[in-house]
């Protein structure tokens, strides 16, 4: 018994590569080596700027959930009220231990 050639994962017992990997195999001999390698850099691996902007994107969308949770307090006076979402027991305990 040996471990498949390409994942080292799979335990094989009749040729080289598991069943997952003789799948990409046949994949790889039907588009050719480096059309598949353009493909794979493209889809799988990000550049400098792919990564910057992904970044963006998860700042951006942390930025807008934090403003929702400070649109959701509303403030009169110097008392901020308690999300109407959240049960009367536990505003009421806030507002005993203050």
């Not at 990564?51 to 901020?80: A, P, R, Y």
């Amino acid at each position: 018994m040996l471990t498949c050639y390409l994942c080292n994962d799979e335990t094989v017992i009749t040729s080289y590569f598991c069943s997952d990997c003789n799948y990409i195999k046949r994949i790889l001999q039907c588009y050719g080596r480096n059309q598949i390698k353009e493909i794979i850099t493209k889809v799988c691996i990000r550049n400098k700027k792919q990564m910057d902007n992904k970044i963006d994107i998860i700042k951006g969308k942390l930025e807008k959930e934090e403003k929702k949770e400070e649109s959701k307090k509303v403030s009169f006076g110097d008392e901020t009220y308690i999300n109407p979402n959240e049960s009367i027991l536990e505003e009421l305990k806030k507002k005993i231990s203050k």
